[in-house]
């Protein structure tokens, strides 16, 4: 069983490696462009309007952007709605630098420099409203949770590297020089 236990924390601490390596290469790519998920869900249609509501991630700029937006779309008279609503669609890609809403979210106050901000936008004309709501937060600040895993595997494997050296119990730091098939103060066999 502890055998089991220990694949497991080991894959899920490559896993968080991973992520966090992920984390870091969007965090630099988000200076030459945006990289999106987004997930479209559709809302009422009527004979004149066609809305959908929005919810997704954007990496712009240093920041991670969580956005929800609502957009309806004003359609000419004689346009004939679908009997059924389309399905939600799932989308990402990539939008080149200076894209519209590329620029910075947030003012010059100490959290907005951090890259933490609230914000709304809206804009509309005779055929169209839309709306959207966030939050951001600084990209780099993401990837520490992912980070913490692998640091403690490193530490934890760096401290019975040096128990080992030492001729020490890799579990407990128990002398095994009188007993070294068996520590007996935790029971754990050195080369398990």
Request: aromatic residues 10%; hydrophobic residues 35%.
């Amino acid at each position: 069983m502890r055998r089991l236990i220990r694949i497991l924390l080991n894959a899920l601490t490559v896993l968080s490696l991973v992520l966090s390596v992920a984390t870091v290469a969007l965090w630099v790519r988000s200076y030459g462009g945006s990289d999106y998920v987004t997930r479209l869900t559709p809302g009422p249609v009527t004979s004149h309007s066609v809305s959908h509501r929005t919810i997704g991630a954007q990496w712009t700029l240093g920041q991670i952007r969580l956005v929800r937006g609502e957009h309806t779309a004003y359609l000419p008279r004689d346009y004939v709605p679908p009997e059924r609503p389309p399905a939600p669609l799932w989308s990402r890609g990539r939008l080149g630098k200076g894209h519209s809403g590329w620029q910075r979210i947030g003012g010059p106050s100490f959290w907005n420099r951090l890259g933490f901000c609230r914000y709304r936008l809206g804009m509309g004309a005779s055929f169209y409203d839309e709306s959207e709501e966030g939050v951001t937060l600084s990209a780099w600040l993401a990837a520490i949770p992912f980070l913490i895993p692998p640091l403690l595997w490193a530490k934890g494997a760096w401290r019975g590297r040096c128990r080992r050296r030492a001729g020490q119990c890799v579990g407990c730091g128990y002398d095994l020089r009188a007993t070294p098939d068996r520590c007996p103060e935790c029971g754990t066999i050195p080369n398990e």
